[in-house]
């Protein structure tokens, strides 16, 4: 829990990109919307090097609600994940957080043939005002130490994830206790990604990583679009 719950935080610290030099992408393509920052990260429990954050925005015709239980549901993430690298996920750890089922803690192991170590660290919370989804890498190592009670502190993480709030329609947040959600107000979905461009804080990232994470930004939102028919 102390683990996620730093994770959380690093994300909403990365998400306003406060401490962070805006990163030039007038000279990409399909950079609309996106704002693109980077900073050196030296601190424990985060990679070491120049990190590059990217997040923006989009409106979807759909009740927040249903934007936050299609990503809590395994059996889409392959849809939007890049970690799964298109394969199925489940869940093998969850701890509850809150009285909604969404409102959870949870341990997530993709199937890649390739790759026995690799696990996602999870966190979901729902209320009324709107949802998130937080996540990062991690691996069996790092998981066990944590569940150990080792300081997790010093454990690393760089986090990505989703918040989605109500549109502002005056009934797009009345369906929280369960009511139909079909024709309910739309939804605000801000994605946010971070990666490691240069684990040398000496060199500054270049226009390939600014590319790179803009590529993953744009082709994760289109393919929520798509899994959602949001695409007209």
Not at 23 to 29: E, G, I, K, T
Not at 120 to 126: D, K
Not at 156 to 162: A, D, E, Q, T
């Amino acid at each position: 829990m102390n683990f996620s719950h730093r994770m959380l935080k690093i994300f909403c610290e990365s998400i306003t990109m406060a401490d962070g030099l805006d990163f030039p992408l007038c000279d990409l393509a399909n950079t609309s919307g996106v704002r693109v920052s980077i900073r050196e990260s030296k601190i424990n429990g985060q990679p070491s090097g120049m990190i590059v954050a990217a997040a923006t925005s989009i409106w979807l015709p759909l009740h927040y609600m249903k934007v936050f239980e299609f990503f809590l549901d395994d059996k889409n993430r392959a849809q939007w994940d890049v970690l799964t690298c298109g394969n199925q996920a489940h869940k093998v750890a969850h701890i509850s957080n809150g009285i909604h089922p969404g409102n959870c803690v949870s341990v997530i192991r993709p199937f890649i043939p390739s790759e026995n170590n690799a696990l996602i660290l999870q966190e979901s919370f729902t209320t009324p005002m709107g949802s998130y989804v937080i996540y990062a890498p991690t691996d069996v190592a790092t998981m066990t130490a944590a569940i150990m009670g080792e300081n997790s502190s010093m454990l690393p993480v760089l986090p990505s994830g989703f918040v989605i709030c109500p549109d502002g329609e005056p009934n797009s947040a009345m369906a929280f206790d369960g009511a139909d959600t079909e024709r309910l107000g739309g939804s605000l979905l801000t994605v946010a990604f971070q990666i490691l461009a240069s684990a040398d804080g000496r060199n500054m990232p270049n226009r390939k990583a600014g590319a790179a994470v803009n590529s993953l930004l744009t082709s994760t939102i289109l393919r929520v679009r798509d899994a959602l028919n949001c695409n007209n």
